[in-house]
């Protein structure tokens, strides 16, 4: 059982960097089997998985941002936190921490955290990306 809450700027200017943190609470972030990820949702793409980090401290991530997205831990205090630089207002949206227990990873796990079915959520944080 875990409590996630994102915190960060509800706005901020293009080309700048967005970084948000995700607040874990309950279990700690370290704790075997629990995978941590941040998705966002936008009125003209819905849903889209962003990446995040394993327990271990492995990496996944959307290929599609990768380039400009970066994702670490705080394990002293439990946070997540991404990075989205040279945002446009196409970064606009609802950012969101999930948290998904699995225990039998499957052979295509990047997959199964696209689809977004996870066991936790936070509230989601609102950011506009404008001048």
């Known amino acids: 059982q875990v409590q996630l809450q994102e915190s960060g700027p509800d706005w901020v200017k293009p080309s700048k960097t967005l970084s948000l943190k995700c607040s874990v609470s309950?279990?700690?972030?370290?704790?075997?089997?629990?995978?941590f990820m941040w998705i966002r949702q936008t009125a003209g793409k819905g849903m889209e998985w962003i990446g995040g980090m394993d327990y271990a401290g492995n990496n996944y991530d959307n290929t599609l941002l990768k380039s400009r997205t970066f994702i670490w831990r705080d394990t002293s205090r439990d946070q997540l936190v991404l990075e989205v630089r040279s945002v446009t207002p196409e970064d606009s949206a609802v950012y969101y921490c999930?948290?998904?227990?699995?225990?039998?990873?499957?052979?295509?796990?990047?997959?199964?955290?696209?689809?977004?079915?996870?066991?936790?959520w936070g509230q989601g944080i609102q950011v506009t990306v404008s001048s």
């Open positions: 999930a948290a998904k227990n699995i225990r039998d990873p499957p052979e295509d796990l990047v997959a199964l955290l696209a689809r977004n079915e996870y066991d936790y």
């Open positions: 309950g279990d700690e972030i370290t704790t075997a089997y629990y995978y």
